[in-house]
């Protein structure tokens, strides 16, 4: 067993269990969230979620003793995190969704290291080896066979 593995004190088996899980429930949250478009607005689909969200983990928290206020030095961490992947990312996705499939839509979605190079090379002065640009066309031609922009309807 991994030292990691023995310190949290699960077996083997349980992390592939565990794996498994968060692959089904990570699989099933895109056509989730594209049934719950039908009800919501992408907004309101947001603050539902992330709001039963933080109610379940506030009380298990509290439940189990580990409640904490945020440190000072949490606080950058914190925002940076809620405004830029709760405030921003998840309400565009959703207002993407109601115009791409959900299979689509995640797909998309998780393009990030993709669109990172340009911003890491401009900005941040990174270096593109050949090897970095092989991956990143192999990343963009990845992108263009599963996403299939041929299919979608650009007039709409």
Known sequence: MSQALAIRGISRGQAYLLLVLVIFLWGINWPVMKIGLENFTPFW??????????????????A?????????????????????????FMPVVNTGMESVAAGRAAILAYTTPLWVVPGAVWLLGEKLTPLKLAGLA???????????????????
């Open 138 to 156: 192999l990343g963009i031609v990845g992108l263009a066979l599963l996403f299939n922009p041929l299919e979608l309807d650009w007039s709409s």
């Open 45 to 62: 689909l947001v603050a539902a979620r992330l709001g039963v969200g933080a109610a379940v983990m506030f009380l298990a928290l509290a």
């Open 64 to 88: 189990t003793g580990r409640l904490r206020r945020p440190t000072r030095r949490d606080w950058p961490m914190l925002f940076a995190v809620g405004v830029l992947q709760m405030a921003l």
